[in-house]
């Protein structure tokens, strides 16, 4: 069983910063890529970013590029989320998410049915 555990959520003013980490564990686990979806309550996930392990590369939502960045430690299947300048819309539930295979087209990244493991959810608000 994989397990994805988030941490890091919490309450934050506007314009502050949040931190999210997502270690994934489990017996024999291997990764691909790492990434971040968001919903809001009605609908439906939304793409935040995601990180290649072999390639180095990085991808990120256009509502994101600029405030957020993602990084990761590969030997220990972490990812982790940089939050900064966050808004009020950025309140919403973040979900870290996992790739078992290669994703051949960089496209693939912001699609969540491409991912294979999923964390519980972890919960952001931004207070105005």
């Known amino acids: 069983q994989v397990q994805l555990v988030e941490s890091g959520g919490g309450l934050v003013q506007a314009g502050g910063s949040l931190r999210l980490s997502c270690a994934a564990s489990g017996r024999t686990f291997s990764s691909y890529a790492m990434g971040w979806f968001r919903q809001a309550p009605g609908k439906e996930r939304e793409f935040v970013a995601a990180l290649s392990w072999s390639g180095g590369n990085t991808y990120y939502a256009d509502s994101v590029k600029g405030r957020f960045t993602i990084s990761g430690d590969n030997a220990k299947n972490t990812v982790y989320l940089q939050m900064n300048s966050l808004k009020p819309e950025d309140t919403v539930v973040y979900y870290c998410?996992?790739?078992?295979?290669?994703?051949?087209?960089?496209?693939?990244?912001?699609?969540?049915?491409?991912?294979?493991?999923w964390g519980q959810g972890t919960q952001v608000t931004v207070s105005p």
């Open positions: 998410a996992a790739s078992a295979k290669y994703l051949y087209d960089g496209s693939r990244y912001f699609d969540s049915v491409w991912y294979d493991y």
